[in-house]
Nanobody, 127 residues
């Protein structure tokens, strides 16, 4: 049974940092496309990072490029999202998602292409 569990959210001041974790089970991490998403109150879900299951390349949304870093630890079955220089507009519920479709078939992590989702962790950026 595929499971994803996010953790590490909380309250942080503007300019601060947080590291989110996504513990996975029930599948081999390296064989799945992995995405990080967020949804702010009253807004649509936004994809912010996508890890390829072909070459491990990582792709970022412009809104977080240069500030956020995604990574995965295959032996630990865990995916991370390091968030630096946080802004109030980064406030959202953050989700990780996974899907087994090959990167050659789906070279992206579009929200509707991801089959497995965690329940999310809330990040609040406020002074």
């Amino acid at each position: 049974q595929v499971q994803l569990v996010e953790s590490g959210g909380g309250l942080v001041q503007p300019g601060g940092s947080l590291r989110l974790s996504c513990a996975t089970s029930g599948f081999t991490l390296g064989y799945y496309r992995i995405g990080w998403f967020r949804q702010a109150p009253g807004k649509e879900r936004e994809g912010i990072a996508c890890i390829s299951n072909s070459d491990g390349s990582i792709h970022y949304a412009d809104s977080v490029k240069g500030r956020f870093t995604a990574s995965r630890d295959n032996p630990e079955n865990t995916v991370y999202l390091q968030m630096n220089s946080l802004k109030p507009e980064d406030t959202a519920v953050y989700y990780c998602a996974a899907d087994p479709a090959s990167w050659y078939v789906r070279p992206h992590c579009a929200s509707d292409s991801m089959n497995y989702w965690g329940k999310g962790t809330l990040v609040t950026v406020s002074s």
